[in-house]
T-cell receptor
């Protein structure tokens, strides 16, 4: 099966710094990954995704890096702002058997941005 | 995301009561999901449906049932609520099995 985990449960940064949130996965067949942001009292919101045929994908102030060799992905947030404070989840899926169409979520990293 | 709505947003109930949580979406997605979120455990899949006639158990389906009344509606029931079902419940939709899932605002359920 798939398991997705995070290296650190909390991350504190100063406003303006770059943030890096890491995630490891166990199934080498995983082929699609998503990063979500969850603010207090809200549901998870899509940030950025990446498919296994890519190593890097950039969005607005965010970059996701995928290293399939070590089964690791990261979310980089540039010029972190107080509004970026939230819990960040990585999720993955693979097109195999009973897991088809299901995402497996990591536990989440709490990002706190200090002004 | 206003395209996925959940009712109620908060509910307090007692052990043994039957509870229904409802989810509606205007995205036109075929695929709908119910998740449970507990502190430190991330999101865990309860049930999912790939179309109106398709219902599948997730990893923690015991104690829950679902009904897909229409493409736009997917409800989750707790037939006899117990305290360890106290959690945040999220509904999600997806346009395809390998695509992004879009989440509703959640229902906070407390079972006393």
């Amino acid at each position: 099966g798939e398991s997705v985990g995070l290296h650190l449960p909390t991350l504190s940064v100063q406003e303006g710094d770059n943030s890096i949130i890491n995630c490891a996965y166990s199934n080498s067949a995983s082929d699609y990954f998503i990063w979500y942001k969850q603010e207090s009292g809200k549901g998870p919101q899509f940030i950025i995704d990446i498919r296994s045929n890519m190593d890097k994908r950039q969005g607005q102030r965010v970059t996701v890096l995928l290293n399939k060799t070590v089964k690791h992905l990261s979310l980089q947030i540039a010029a972190t702002q107080p509004g970026d404070s939230a819990v960040y989840f990585c999720a993955g899926t693979y097109a195999g058997g009973t897991s088809y169409g299901k995402l497996t979520f990591g536990q989440g990293t709490i990002l706190t941005v200090h002004p | 995301d206003a395209d996925v709505t959940q009712t109620p947003r908060n509910r307090i109930t007692k052990t043994g009561k039957r509870i229904m949580l409802e989810c509606s979406q205007t995205k036109g997605h075929d695929r709908m999901y119910w998740y449970r979120q507990d502190p430190g455990l991330g999101l865990r899949l309860i049930y999912y449906s790939f179309d109106v006639k398709d219902i599948n158990k997730g990893e923690i389906s015991d104690g829950y049932s679902v009904s897909r009344q229409a493409q736009a509606k997917f409800s989750l029931s707790l037939e006899s609520a117990i305290p360890n079902q106290t959690a945040l419940y999220f509904c999600a939709t997806s346009p395809d099995p390998k695509g992004t899932q879009y989440f509703g605002p959640g229902t906070r359920l407390t079972v006393l």
